[in-house]
């Protein structure tokens, strides 16, 4: 089983999230590092949307490129009114222009990204527009499989840990980690296993 070693530590050291890791069953986080560019351009695209409109919005985008998504270059030679005809809204247009322009120039190099820790990480991504410390940790989690990403903003974590572990309101950020320092040097494997539990 994908993270079995893992697993068996999270159980040992949490019962309760033992508990949800077998209702829900084997993982199925696979992620995918083929593209980061265009995985950066999807969160961007998703921001403050619906699942259904950011799935529509992100098919016209893509069909502006033949139906996938553009390099940096492809993106910056296409004119902000194509761009804005498909549902991208102004400030989606210059958030996705500024990351294909530092794309481009170097600022943002993939590659190197890849080698460094967690938070370094982190502070080159949120220098682009539109991209903050949330968009960053769900890179971190989707596109370079880092294990221990725990993203404290997300309002589903917050509410999964308030249901699974019986709060009267929404956890401080002290008992959302709290929590989390349980869960070293597998908070991503604890997270997915949380947004399961919500969506189920």
Known sequence: MRYERELRQ??????????????????????????????LCQSILHQQLSGKAAATI?????????????????????????????GISGNKVLALRDLAHKAREGQLNFAALGQQ??????????????IGRWTAEMFLIFTLGRLDVFPVADLGIQKA????????????????????????????????????????
């Open 10 to 39: 999270l159980k040992q050291t949490d019962p309760t999230l033992g508990a949800l890791i077998e209702q829900h069953g084997a993982c199925t986080l696979v992620p995918d590092a083929s593209d980061p560019f265009a995985s």
């Open 117 to 130: 820790n967690d938070e370094g990480v982190i502070q080159r991504l949120i220098q682009v527009r539109g």
């Open 58 to 86: 992100t098919a016209r985008f893509q069909a502006l490129y033949r139906g996938a998504f553009p390099n940096p270059e492809a993106l910056l030679a296409t004119d902000d009114g194509g761009l804005r005809g498909v």
């Open 161 to 200: 840990i308030q249901r699974v572990y019986g709060y009267r309101q929404l956890p401080a950020e002290r008992t959302m980690h709290r929590h989390g320092n349980k869960w070293k040097p597998h908070r991503t494997l604890a997270t997915w296993y949380l947004w399961k539990h919500m969506d189920t």
